[in-house]
């Protein structure tokens, strides 16, 4: 009955108690408590074992820092020579020689990436932190450049997933293919 009401609004009666509530019962067509324990079992990963999605965030996480890497590897090299040869000295304090090298090895760190390695994916991380952390204190702060961090740890947790992967993959005995038709 509703606060300060009395009459039930379901029954419209004075004062009185609620009717008896019927059994439940339910649908003829709904799948038996077997059926559901089945498809339960299936969902279930061994242990150690990634799941197909997680592989594929994994892998996706990979070419995202293929990509930054690349990225930041071509912004380098072309901002470092062209301040450097066209003598530009309004961007000669942050891109020179130095950031056209450091955009080379980001080139070389992303091929490695692109490959899979765990160890290419740290070292460009901890070299694009140093980085950062270098224009901060020259002075020159940039909220992009966290977001990018963030993304390249990512980047580790997902090469750190591939790598369990690879390894489980070679502890698999090798499938027979002669049967395939």
Known sequence: ??????????????????????????????????????SA??????PGAIRKTDLDKATKGMRRAFR???????????????????????LQGIFNWYSAIEGGIFLL???????????????????????TLALILAGSFSIVRLIILVFLGEAILAA???R???KLMQQQPPVDQSRAA
Not at 11 to 26: D, R, S
Not at 68 to 90: P, R
Not at 113 to 129: E, F, P, Q
């Open 41 to 46: 079992a299936s969902w279930a990963t061994s």
């Open 160 to 162: 750190i997933q591939v």
């Open 68 to 90: 930054i890497y690349a990225i930041i590897g071509v912004i380098n090299i072309g901002l470092g020579l062209l301040a450097e040869l066209a003598d530009l000295t309004a």
């Open 1 to 38: 009955m509703p606060l300060g009401s009395k009459t039930c609004d379901m029954c419209a009666t004075m004062g009185a108690i609620a009717p008896a509530q019927t059994v439940w019962t339910p649908p003829k067509e709904v799948a038996g408590a077997a059926e559901l324990t089945a």
């Open 109 to 131: 760190i992303a091929y490695f990436v692109r490959r899979g390695s765990l160890a290419a994916t740290i070292v460009g991380a901890v070299l694009y932190l140093l980085d």
């Open 164 to 166: 369990k992967q690879r």
